[in-house]
């Protein structure tokens, strides 16, 4: 009971200072339309890791990684068409995520716990992933 407590208070600690360094930036730098398609598109990560029976977290951060390299190749190649392509990359991450979890056997109930989480469910390795991040 007490690992349970203490992993999720450790985990806030350590996430509220990331959110809080990442996200000074993400305002100053005006990309928040940037920001929320990498974290919608990133459902599509979770789908192929359950579709694949995967890891999630290790899945899920490829997948985020090269839509964040796809964003930043459309933001220096068409900024004139920085926003709508961004809307597209939103739409198609969350595409492929549905697409996957259809396509995967039985009913996936973990896939809304990915979406919004619980604190409570933080391992050991979870800390270590999120220190190392």
């Given at each position: 009971?007490w690992d349970?407590?203490?992993n ?15 996200g000074?930036l993400?305002?100053?730098n ?5 920001t ?5 598109g ?7 890791a359950?579709?694949l029976?995967s ?17 930043a ?19 198609i991450?969350?595409s492929?995520g549905?697409?996957f979890l ?5 009913y ?6 990915y979406l ?18």
């Amino acid at each position: 009971m007490w690992d349970l407590i203490s992993n999720s208070v450790y985990a806030s600690i350590l996430l509220s200072i990331a959110i809080a360094i990442i996200g000074s930036l993400i305002v100053i730098n005006k990309t928040t339309a940037i920001t929320g398609s990498i974290a919608h598109g990133s459902f599509g990560g979770i789908g192929l890791a359950l579709y694949l029976g995967s890891s999630v977290i290790l899945t899920t951060s490829i997948f985020t990684t090269i839509l964040a390299l796809i964003l930043a190749f459309i933001t220096l190649k068409f900024p004139h068409r920085q926003d709508s392509l961004i809307g597209v990359i939103w739409a198609i991450g969350m595409s492929i995520g549905i697409i996957f979890l259809s396509l995967t056997n039985g009913y996936q109930s973990d896939a809304l716990s990915y979406l919004f989480g619980n604190i409570l469910f933080v391992e050991n390795s979870d800390l270590i992933f999120v220190m190392l991040k």
